[in-house]
Structure formats: structure tokens, C-alpha cells
């Protein structure tokens, strides 16, 4: 009877780590469609600036050289957010081919919770360039050094920490554990 509720619970892990290979794969595709469409869409850029980085109404110049520094800058919080998912993909590519708990599968989780943690800091320093960038050419008292940090930065950060700190139990708990069985 056990088994078979093993064997049931190993067969949904397989098909609904397969649902996750899919759409972490369509996210990460998903998320680095729009970061290059952004070196091509000025209007976007620029409801960006006017909504999420300057103050309302604060003169800036987004020429192409400012622009290009910009989303250079942004790529660091975008290639986060790629990596993790990329540990992610394959994480959920070893928990199909039955790899649950493994030293790997510890490793991945760790490298997700940092990028997770690190993702919320790359943002909140890429506005805070952002804005000086943007604003460097202003008169002296028009320029302006934004740090925007929400809950939603914090809770993040806190999850990746703690998605952190699990994997690597994980990964320490299947060392442990293969190292007992050599030894047995």
C-alpha cells in the first residue's frame, strides 16, 4: 500500500515538474524578450523613467548614449532573474528524471535563493543609477539620486534568503547521507 502511494506521488512529482520545465522556460524566454525589445522601444522607456524612476515632472535627457548605459545597467538585475530561473529549469529537468532529493537539487535551490535575494538590491541599485544618469545634466538642484525600496523588495530578498539557506540544508542533508552510505 505504501509503495504504491510512492509510486503515485513519484509519478506526479515527474508530470508537474514537466508543467514547470514549460513555463519556466516560457518565463525566462518571456522575460528576456522584453529587456531586448526595451533597447528598441523608446516610448517604453520613457513611461518607464516618467513612472517608476524620476520624481513627476523632473527634466532629464535620454539620449542614446544615456539610453544604452541604462539597459547595460539593467541587464544585471535581468541576468539575475535569468540565472535563477535557468536553476530553476534544471532543477525541475533533475525532479523529472526522479533527482529529488540530491546534493544537486540542494545546490540549485541555493543558487535560486541567492539570485532571488540578490534580484530586489540589483533593482533598487539600477534606479538609484538610473536616476543620476538620467539626471546628470541638470542645473545644479535638478538632479536627483532616487532609492525606491518597497515591501515587495524586502519580502523578495527574505524569500531568496530563505530559499537559500533550505537548499542548502538540502544539499548538506544528501551529502551527508550518500557519504553514510558508502560508509555502510
Do not use: C
Amino acid at each position: 500500500m505504501q509503495q504504491s502511494a510512492d509510486n503515485r506521488s513519484a509519478v506526479a512529482i515527474r508530470w508537474v515538474s514537466l508543467a514547470m520545465v514549460g513555463i519556466t522556460g516560457l518565463l525566462m524566454a518571456g522575460i528576456a524578450a522584453v529587456y531586448l525589445n526595451l533597447w528598441f522601444d523608446r516610448p517604453t522607456l520613457i513611461a518607464i523613467i516618467e513612472t517608476e524612476i524620476l520624481t513627476p515632472g523632473t527634466p532629464y535627457r535620454l539620449s542614446d548614449p544615456i539610453a544604452a548605459a541604462w539597459l547595460s545597467i539593467a541587464a544585471l538585475p535581468t541576468a539575475l532573474s535569468l540565472w535563477g530561473l535557468w536553476n530553476a529549469l534544471k532543477l525541475f529537468l533533475g525532479y523529472r528524471e526522479g533527482a529529488v532529493f540530491t546534493e544537486i537539487a540542494g545546490r540549485r535551490l541555493t543558487y535560486m535563493g541567492i539570485a532571488l535575494a540578490m534580484t530586489p538590491l540589483a533593482q533598487i541599485l539600477m534606479t538609484a543609477a538610473t536616476s543620476v544618469l538620467l539626471t546628470m545634466h541638470n542645473q545644479v538642484g535638478q538632479r536627483q539620486l532616487t532609492i525606491s525600496m518597497t515591501e515587495t523588495h524586502l519580502v523578495v530578498g527574505v524569500a531568496g534568503a530563505m530559499l537559500l539557506v533550505i537548499g542548502w540544508v538540502l544539499a548538506e542533508a544528501a551529502r551527508l547521507a550518500e557519504d553514510n552510505r558508502q560508509i555502510v
